[in-house]
């Protein structure tokens, strides 16, 4: 059964600097999200994606945050200048086309900003 | 707001001793109720999706069930290999919103 990819694992990186946190969602799945867990908290809500646009966001996810998918299949979450607070294991998820709400998630990145 | 609470946090049961899991809820018009399964470190996996009360469904030793204000998932016989965190999550009708409100999970741990 086809899964959802993330690179890398684990990304460590230093307060200020930007990251990009990568995502292969399975081929034929048309609708994107990033949620994010900070340690012993509830996974949260990023971002919706789709037909290459935003389709709802958190409050969560400021200025600071982009997603974008430059070429068709890899799906990016950017945090242009990292807080300790961001911290967290970031999720991909996706829902196949024609499914109904089903969201089927990656493994995950956990972003360790030092 | 949408809101989800789980209840116990934390369940220790011995091989084959069965239980549930509660999850409460309330939302603005439920699209869905969604079950996960997470193990540390990894992302949550699917389980089921239940879109009305009085709906069940049932995976192996798993069985969820939906009422108007909460959800169950039933665990019969558990196995050690069922120790995980059982995520509950809740999507809402207003606004065509999309996004999975989720609970903080049972972390379920079977003992041999």
């Known amino acids: 059964e086809p899964e959802v990819t993330q690179t890398p694992s684990h990304q460590v990186t230093q307060m200020g600097q930007e990251v990009i946190l990568r995502c292969v969602p399975i081929?034929?799945?048309?609708?994107f999200y990033w949620y994010r867990q900070i340690l012993g908290q509830k996974v949260e809500f990023l971002v919706s994606?789709?037909?290459?646009?935003?389709?709802?966001k958190s409050e969560i996810f400021d200025d600071q945050f982009s997603v974008e998918r430059p070429d068709g299949s890899n799906f990016t979450l950017k945090i242009r200048s990292t807080k300790l607070e961001d911290s967290a294991m970031y999720f991909c998820?996706?829902?196949?086309?024609?499914?109904?709400?089903?969201?089927?998630f990656g493994p995950g990145t956990r972003l360790t900003v030092t | 707001e949408d809101q989800v609470t789980q209840s116990p946090e934390a369940l220790r049961l011995q091989e084959g001793e069965s239980s549930s899991l509660n999850c409460s809820y309330t939302?603005?018009?439920?699209?869905?109720l969604f079950w996960y399964r997470q193990d540390p470190g990894k992302g949550p996996e699917f389980l089921f999706t239940?879109?009305?009360a009085g709906e069940e469904k049932e995976k192996e030793r798993l069985k969820a069930t939906l009422t108007k204000k909460e959800s169950f998932l039933h665990i019969t016989a558990p196995k050690p290999e069922d120790s995980a965190t059982y995520l509950c999550a809740v999507q809402g009708l207003l606004g065509g919103s999309e996004k999975l409100v989720f609970g903080k999970g049972t972390k379920l741990t079977v003992n041999p």
């Open positions: 939302v603005s018009g439920l699209r869905g």
């Open positions: 994606f789709y037909n290459n646009e935003i389709s709802e």
């Open positions: 239940l879109y009305s």
């Open positions: 081929s034929n799945h048309l609708y």
């Open positions: 998820a996706s829902i196949p086309q024609g499914a109904a709400y089903e969201q089927y």
